[in-house]
């Protein structure tokens, strides 16, 4: 059974860090683009970073480019997003998520499995 499984959120004050872990139970970790996406009361759910299958590729949004950062380990396969300098507007559930399309997918029908989500609160 596929799961894959987020931490790492938290309370952080604004301006402060964190970093979000994804384990993956998938056979073929390496064959999977990954994405993270987020989602705040009210809001659609939204990509928020992508990396490619070796890891040489990241794709990002503006609204969170130069602050996130996201990473893989395909030999342990998990995916890290390191989030730095947080704003109150990245208050949010964040999903990790596990995609075998091709291309950079980032809308949520592209995606094949999903973690449970991990609440970030960013405070002022």
């Known amino acids: 059974q596929v799961q894959l499984e987020d931490s790492g959120g938290g309370l952080v004050q604004a301006g402060g860090s964190l970093r979000l872990s994804c384990a993956a139970s998938?056979?073929?970790?390496?064959?999977?683009?990954m994405g993270w996406f987020r989602q705040a009361p009210g809001k659609e759910r939204e990509f928020v970073a992508g990396i490619s299958r070796n890891g040489g590729s990241t794709y990002y949004p503006s609204s969170v480019k130069g602050r996130f950062t996201i990473s893989r380990d395909n030999a342990k396969n998990t995916v890290h997003l390191q989030m730095n300098s947080l704003k109150l507007e990245d208050t949010a559930v964040y999903y990790c998520?596990?995609?075998?399309?091709?291309?950079?997918?980032?809308?949520?029908?592209?995606?094949?499995?999903w973690g449970q989500g991990t609440q970030v609160t960013v405070s002022s």
């Open positions: 998520a596990a995609s075998r399309r091709g291309g950079v997918p980032v809308g949520e029908p592209s995606y094949d499995y």
């Open positions: 998938l056979r073929t970790f390496g064959s999977y683009f």
